[in-house]
């Protein structure tokens, strides 16, 4: 006899995936936002199903009047159908139990199982939480669109602000900027330096570097395929994300917008800024796009080709979804833009914030993190 497949589980933010599934085919349509994640009126895409992996099956959940029918693609079978209010109750009971376990989310990787979801979930093809990339994609909806004329299948990348506040990108060792400090220092300071262990640690060494007249310049990337690949969006994106890194680490300036604010002032690229061209909002925004729709810092080399075919779907506070795609890039961009920091992974864990010396030379590195505000 084969044994039951253990409960569902997951964070606030893979409930949220299953709480897209239903709510979508529930609703049957889906909001454009701006950039402050408002609903544009007007601008609502007519949803006719959605489609998931599970496992090494695909499953496509197709809106039929007051119904949702969903058929196994691989073995051209129909699996299961439901009536849409049922849906709607359902995705009610996911965003209650996710709301009520948020607090405690905040402390701990919490994950739990949702019992009165658990049947519907599994009668329609669910297997875990989230569901299997679907051509990197978190979901992908059947939608229509006056300026697409037909039935189109989009990815989408779903984010919640449910529950943590999510990473956009993700820490490693191949993030780390490597920056040369320019001065007088000597084996004896850099022993000194890395002893201190007073919080912030990263931030009081570069102090201790500045009162000891020090200066950094950046090197290069630790990772040489991220470095390319942040190459390929701008020849000097890896210089200009150094200088807001390091302001970041040094001065405290944690959300891109300010970092943006504070290039701009400083103008450590020597742009020409006359004229009112907006050089750093424009690469940070681009950065921030790409990195979003598929650019990962090391894992294949960035072409350009957006994972995400068709953009984001936020889960907002109220349970409400807006979406981003193609047809409102701009309003993405400024979405991404001022609602996102740099932050600390762990020092130890990622191997930066001390001082090294190679071949004659003293280097320091600062990881680049950036995650959601909320």
Not at 76 to 90: C, D, P, Y
Not at 181 to 186: L, M, Q
């Amino acid at each position: 006899m084969t044994p039951p497949a253990p409960p569902l589980h997951g964070n606030a933010g893979e409930w949220s995936e299953a709480y897209v599934w239903c709510r979508l085919l529930a609703d049957g349509y889906l909001d454009l936002a701006d950039a402050n994640l408002k609903a544009i009126a007007g601008r609502s895409q007519e949803v006719h199903g959605v489609c998931r992996r599970e496992g090494n099956q695909v499953i496509q959940h197709s809106i039929e009047g007051d119904e949702v029918i969903s058929i196994n693609l691989t073995t051209k079978t129909e699996i299961a159908r439901v009536k849409r209010s049922e849906l709607g109750a359902a995705a009610t009971r996911i965003i209650r139990a996710v709301v009520d376990q948020a607090g405690r989310e905040q402390l701990t990787e919490l994950t739990y199982a949702i019992p009165s979801v658990e049947e519907l979930l599994r009668r329609h093809g669910f297997l875990s939480l989230p569901a299997a990339s679907l051509d990197k994609a978190d979901i992908q909806v059947l939608r229509s669109d006056p300026r697409a004329p037909g039935v189109n299948p989009d990815g989408y990348s779903v984010k919640s602000r449910l529950g943590q506040a999510s990473t956009l990108l993700n820490p490693g060792e191949k993030t780390n900027f490597r920056f040369r400090v320019e001065g007088p220092i000597t084996a004896e300071m850099v022993e000194q330096i890395n002893a201190i262990d007073t919080r912030p640690r990263t931030r009081n060494k570069l102090m201790a570097l500045e009162d000891a007249g020090c200066t950094l310049v950046f090197d290069r990337v630790r990772g040489p395929i991220f470095q390319l690949n942040l190459e390929v969006i701008d020849s000097r994106l890896p210089e200009l994300v150094a200088h807001a890194l390091l302001g970041y680490y040094r001065d405290g300036i944690n959300s891109i917008s300010d970092a943006a604010a504070m290039l701009l002032e400083t103008n450590p690229m020597g742009y020409d800024l006359q004229r009112g061209h907006p050089f750093y909002d424009y690469k940070l925004k681009r950065l921030l796009q790409d990195v979003a729709l598929g650019m990962r810092p090391e894992s294949s080399v960035w072409d350009g080709v957006y994972d995400a075919t068709a953009g984001y779907i936020v889960v907002r506070e109220d349970g409400r979804l807006v979406a981003f795609n193609l047809y409102n890039l701009n309003a993405f961009q400024d979405y991404l833009f001022l609602n996102t920091k740099f932050d600390k992974p762990s020092e130890h864990r990622f191997d930066y914030g001390y001082l090294r010396q190679d071949e004659g030379e003293t280097y320091i590195d600062l990881c680049l993190q950036v995650r959601f505000i909320r």
